[in-house]
């Protein structure tokens, strides 16, 4: 494994701000202390920045020897939210927060990131422009989004972008990536049936909307068997089905709620158009009606081949070619999604082992991604503040890069 001289030399003090943000989580658009950190960091370095772009985000701009003259930008993207949960951790860094933990390694995401940025400042052997993102709210709140509303691309031109997850359970010191889709679109959807209440002994006089939601769930799944192309993946789950309030009475209505998830738009739209036809049908031939409502939130992770092999070669370089796997795709779901649809790019997963590392007084669950008994692995550090270095002299060096 070949990690930078300069970034191990530092690793202890940023695994220090790493467990400092951890103790300290704060929720989307509402991470204000970890971006007065993260820029307070960067300005100590040399580095200047940007604040205020999709409203907690920071952007640390690294001008290479050259001034950024030749006009050539790379962004390396951390986000840097935690999640609404209870940590289980006791250890000395557990969350101050009740009901509020980095759960999913945002921590370490914003460490890695920095633990690059420290080292950029003193060696900035390299042409073009590096542009750090610290990007608020990817849990929920697609800061990614409203960072490009706000101008991201515009104001910071780059001709590429790049992020990176920790993933638990690969063994540590490995990365993963592949072209094409890796992350799901995540999506929810929302079905009032509205039938025509009754006493239950009499359900003749009523229109019962509960049997038409029965009807209705086994139906979707029939939209994945038999509309969509076996060889394209989707997943329709009916997770929430509510209605009535005493057991002799047929329900006026019913609500159902769930999540759709898909790896391309083309099979989204194609389920959508179907699941709206079917309930209105279905609900139609029973004398009922329906509201049907369907939410895209963050569309699918699709990496492009080109920066995702350039990333592969890197990685390889780095960690040799038997750890770089093949990056497997997740119906899991991540707003880097709205950067990679407006720019060419790759998003990785650096391996988190299987929980080892933990300290003493972890929770008694396992080491996975939101799970209340996760914590970030320090050792990682590094080795992704070198992947990021390494990805972006390598990147500016390459005039055939786009």
Not at 21 to 30: G, K, R
Not at 198 to 205: E, G, I, V, W
Not at 274 to 291: G, L, P
């Amino acid at each position: 494994m070949k990690v930078l001289d300069s970034i191990v030399a530092q690793a202890a003090s940023i695994a220090a701000i790493r467990r400092d943000i951890h103790a300290h989580p704060e929720l989307c658009f509402e991470e204000v202390r970890t971006a007065d950190l993260v820029a307070a960091k960067l300005t100590e370095w040399g580095i200047p920045i940007h604040r205020g772009m999709g409203k907690t985000g920071v952007v640390g701009i690294v001008k290479g020897r050259d001034g950024g003259a030749n006009g050539r930008g790379i962004g390396l993207r951390a986000d840097i939210d935690a999640l609404p949960m209870q940590e289980f951790n006791t250890f000395d860094h557990a969350s101050k927060h009740g009901g509020k933990m980095h759960a999913c390694g945002h921590d370490g995401h914003t460490a890695m990131l920095l633990a690059a940025a420290q080292h950029f400042s003193k060696h900035n052997d390299f042409d073009g422009t590096v542009y750090l993102i610290f990007q608020p709210a990817e849990e929920g709140g697609g800061g990614a989004r409203e960072m490009i509303n706000d101008g991201l691309f515009e104001q910071f031109p780059m001709q590429a972008v790049f992020g990176m997850h920790n993933w638990p359970g690969m063994e540590a010191g490995c990365f993963a990536v592949s072209p094409g889709p890796v992350m799901a679109s995540s999506n929810d959807f929302k079905i009032t049936i509205h039938g025509k209440g009754s006493h239950a002994a009499m359900p003749h006089m009523g229109v019962d909307p509960v049997p038409i939601a029965a009807q209705m769930v086994q139906a979707f799944q029939n939209i994945i068997s038999r509309n969509k192309k076996p060889i394209e993946a989707g997943v329709i789950s009916v997770t929430m089905i509510h209605a009535g309030e005493a057991n002799n009475v047929v329900p006026d209505s019913c609500e159902m709620q769930g999540t759709v998830r898909t790896f391309s738009i083309e099979v989204l739209d194609l389920l959508e158009s179907r699941m709206r036809e079917v309930a209105k049908h279905i609900c139609a031939a029973f004398d009922a009606t329906c509201e049907f409502e369907l939410n895209r939130n963050y569309p699918p992770t699709i990496n492009s081949p080109a920066e995702a092999e350039f990333a592969r070669k890197v990685m390889q370089e780095i960690v040799g070619e038997k750890n770089v796997r093949t990056q497997e795709p997740t119906m899991g779901a991540e707003d880097f999604s709205f950067m990679l649809m407006a720019k060419p790019g790759a998003y990785c997963f650096i391996a988190n082992g299987d929980g080892d590392h933990r300290e003493m007084g972890h929770g008694a669950g396992p080491c996975t991604l939101h799970n209340p008994s996760y914590d970030f692995n320090d050792d990682l550090i590094p080795l992704g503040a070198t992947y990021w270095v390494q990805l972006a002299q390598q990147w500016l060096a390459n005039p055939t890069a786009k």
